[in-house]
């Protein structure tokens, strides 16, 4: 049953304590504080316009209301880093209204009380899942994620467009001393397929599915790049859309959302039993992901 959204409150812009109520470093805080003053000031304009479309249509008051720190994106960075105040202000509300005429009040509803929801199964084991973004909302307030019954192990943001896209704005594997080995054992349940391809894989079913183009965000663009801090990309995005058949065209890769499956008798014998069961989880998650957004 569809969900009455009905004003009840009126949502309000955060306070500097509530952006950062868990900074707890001092000159942090200062510059943060800072920027904060002067942001709120020059963009006074465009948050006041953000706050009026959320008390408008209050659906999507509990995306900033339960992280007030999201409006933040609208200050500083949102997906794109080319992106100016205004254009982030059509981004976020655009990536808002796409959503829910794209999947619909109630799935919307569902997500944000749940903050996520299983779209898919990869084995007994492993499912995809589409969330709220927990991990930075620079990077876009929704990701599909590669999950096992204990941890997320690969992850995705995404935004959609006003003009009718779906932008991959991150992608970003597990860390730290075991990363590697969760990745080779993933690639393995996954019938040698590397997650991180699998992931674009489910963003081509995606966008067929609710007919909209497929863009990839281009690497020096990415919400996290810093040109003096390369460190924070693990990967280069530009070559990682190339090995996707992605072709750089006017801002973004554009990724083709046709995968290629290579005729089994064209693979060596070896590897055939492997191809196979790829292939087969291939149909079944497209057919669950196709299941799941039918309106």
Request: charged share 20%.
């Amino acid at each position: 049953m569809q969900k009455n959204h009905k004003n009840e409150h009126t949502l309000q812009f955060p306070s500097f304590s509530q952006f950062f109520s868990e900074e707890k470093r001092l000159s942090k805080r200062f510059r943060e504080w800072c920027r904060y003053q002067f942001r709120t000031q020059l963009y006074k304009k465009q948050w006041q316009a953000l706050l009026q479309f959320l008390n408008q249509s209050p659906l999507w008051q509990p995306l900033f209301s339960q992280n007030p720190y999201r409006f933040n994106t609208l200050l500083s960075t949102y997906c794109d880093k080319r992106w100016s105040v205004k254009q982030r202000l059509s981004a976020i509300i655009g990536n808002l209204q796409q959503a829910e005429q794209l999947w619909g009040v109630e799935r919307c509803q569902a997500l944000l009380d749940k903050q996520s929801v299983k779209i898919a199964s990869l084995d007994e084991a492993l499912g995809l899942f589409l969330n709220i973004n927990q991990i930075d909302p620079f990077e876009g307030f929704f990701s599909i994620n590669i999950r096992n019954a204990e941890q997320s192990l690969y992850d995705a943001s995404f935004t959609f467009l006003p003009s009718g896209e779906l932008l991959i704005a991150s992608i970003q594997g597990p860390k730290g001393e075991k990363a590697q080995s969760i990745v080779r054992d993933l690639t393995k349940q996954l019938h040698g397929m590397r997650p991180m391809f699998m992931l674009v894989n489910v963003f081509k079913w995606i966008a067929s599915q609710l007919n909209v183009s497929l863009i990839g965000i281009p690497h020096q663009y990415q919400g996290k790049y810093r040109f003096n801090d390369r460190a924070r990309l693990l990967f280069n995005y530009d070559q990682f859309w190339q090995e996707n058949a992605g072709i750089c065209q006017s801002l973004y890769w554009q990724i083709p959302r046709e995968i290629e499956c290579k005729p089994l008798d064209e693979i060596a014998s070896k590897k055939r039993s492997m191809y196979r069961k790829r292939y087969g989880m291939f149909d079944q998650v497209a057919q669950e992901i196709a299941l799941f957004f039918t309106k």
